[in-house]
């Protein structure tokens, strides 16, 4: 059964707090990972997209890495602008083309 | 640019009516999704429409849901009957085929 599981499920870090974000899959064959910034009362909002094992990508106090099972999205010194609950999905082959299987989320939460 | 546009951001409603969610994509892009957000739980996929095909409604959690695409732009989700189990945020998301999805601000259902 395709799954993808996030951890942890809420993270509380003080402003300059470097930390980690788990997004774990298992699906038959990725055709890409997805990671969304959701803000409370708005729609996801797209930040990266990995494809294939070591790929990494950033933007800014962020960097998204991918495994053949997993990736990370480290935030270096975060400041509390970041905070916001940040989701993650995959697509694969043998799903319908474009369809997002999303997990649960992780809330972030940056004190001054 | 103009986003993914959804009406109305919120809607009350009390148990037993029929709601209409409107979802407006952006310009140009052909497919169209609809997702459910649940409190506490991750998106779920409802319906996608691609271009002028039929619909893919795999994801419709009953015969009380139904959605239309016309013109290929805006799409309209109905829910018939709705019970207090449909109080969700749904979003709507618009991309080009296989493309990054885009999402708008979604509906808050809230059902009485």
């Known amino acids: 059964e395709d799954q993808v599981t996030q951890s942890p499920e809420a993270l509380r870090l003080q402003e300059g707090e470097s930390s980690s974000l788990n997004c774990s899959y298992t699906?038959?064959?990725?055709?890409?990972l997805f990671w969304y910034r959701q803000d409370p009362g708005k729609g996801p909002e797209f930040l990266f997209t990995?494809?294939?094992a070591g790929e990494e990508k950033e933007k800014e106090r962020l960097k998204a890495t991918l495994t053949k099972k997993e990736s990370f999205l480290h935030i270096t010194a975060p400041k509390p602008e970041d905070s916001a609950t940040y989701l993650c999905a995959v697509q694969a082959p043998h799903l319908l083309q474009g369809k997002l299987i999303f997990g649960q989320g992780t809330e972030l939460s940056v004190k001054p | 640019g103009a986003g993914v546009s959804q009406s109305p951001s919120n809607k009350v409603t009390e148990k037993g009516k029929d709601v209409e969610l409107r979802c407006d994509p952006i310009s140009g892009h052909t497919a169209l999704y609809w997702y459910r957000q649940s409190l506490g739980q991750g998106l779920e996929f409802l319906i996608y429409?691609?271009?002028?095909?039929?619909?893919?409604k795999s994801g419709l959690p009953s015969d009380r849901f139904s959605a239309e695409r016309t013109g290929g732009s805006v799409s309209t989700l109905t829910i018939q009957r709705t019970q207090q189990e449909d109080s969700a945020v749904y979003l709507c998301a618009s991309s080009s085929p296989g493309d990054i999805q885009y999402f708008g601000a979604g509906t808050r259902l809230s059902v009485l």
């Open positions: 429409f691609q271009g002028n095909s039929a619909p893919d």
């Open positions: 699906v038959s064959g990725l055709r890409g």
């Open positions: 990995l494809y294939s």
